[in-house]
T-cell receptor, first 115, second 111 residues
Framework: KAGVTQTPRYLIKTRGQQVTLSCSPI?????VSWYQQTPGQGLQFLFEYFSETQRNKGNFPGRFSGRQFSNSRSEMNVSTLELGDSALYLC??????????????FGPGTRLTVL | AQTVTQSQPEMSVQEAETVTLSCTYDTSENNYYLFWYKQPPSRQMILVIRQEAYKQQNATENRFSVNFQKAAKSFSLKISDSQLGDTAMYFC????????FGAGTRLFVKA
């Protein structure tokens, strides 16, 4: 099976702009989670989508949003970008039926730089 | 609330030696898995090993094994015969309603 793919791999934006990141999960996986990774804060959970519905949400402002399509592909949007949004954004997929026991499989990440 | 703590920000080990990475966790889930993920400098996060909490037997994957102490909520990773390719960031994670990751331990394997 193909792994989790994320596009684009690198992105440079300026403050105030908005950005959309895309994630295609492993075939058959219905859950997609998004994480923000920074040197100072580590891996922080943004949100999880399962069957087109947001199932879990982390503690991020409303500028961070997401959605999931019927084919389980997911997009994450960040509006009004701030310098502090510069990070590696990781997407992870899993079957999603049992959150407690599923293993997450990660994509390569999108490196976002905000200037 | 679920928490995962990795108290060793950085470690180093000589090639071919054994190293143990520590992790403690707290969860209110009754049925859960614990995971160790590896993130090499190329940044692709990959699963190293996972442990089912209801199993007392410690999981083993080739050179990687865990020491799971459920009562103490401890879940350490042992890497035997360390190789240069083991150099990476290692994250401990607790699966549940949300998967919670520790802050990570950066491991350097020296030649």
């Amino acid at each position: 099976k193909a792994g989790v793919t994320q596009t684009p791999r690198y992105l440079i934006k300026t403050r105030g702009q908005q950005v959309t990141l895309s994630c295609s999960p492993i075939s058959g996986h219905r859950s997609v989670s998004w994480y923000q990774q920074t040197p100072g804060q580590g891996l922080q959970f943004l949100f999880e989508y399962f069957s087109e519905t947001q199932r879990n949400k982390g503690n991020f402002p409303g500028r961070f949003s997401g959605r999931q399509f019927s084919n389980s592909r997911s997009e994450m949007n960040v509006s009004t970008l701030e310098l502090g949004d510069s990070a590696l954004y990781l997407c992870a997929s899993r079957p999603g039926v049992d959150s407690s026991t599923d293993t997450q499989y990660f994509g390569p990440g999108t490196r976002l730089t905000v200037l | 609330a679920q928490t995962v703590t990795q108290s060793q920000p950085e470690m180093s080990v000589q090639e071919a030696e054994t190293v143990t990475l520590s992790c403690t966790y707290d969860t209110s889930e009754n049925n859960y898995y614990l995971f160790w993920y590896k993130q090499p400098p190329s940044r692709q996060m990959i699963l190293v090993i996972r442990q089912e909490a209801y199993k007392q037997q410690n999981a083993t994957e080739n050179r990687f094994s865990v020491n799971f102490q459920k009562a103490a909520k401890s879940f350490s990773l042992k890497i035997s015969d360390s190789q240069l390719g083991d150099t990476a960031m290692y994250f401990c994670a607790s699966g549940g309603f949300k998967t919670i990751f520790g802050a990570g331990t950066r491991l350097f394997v020296k030649a």
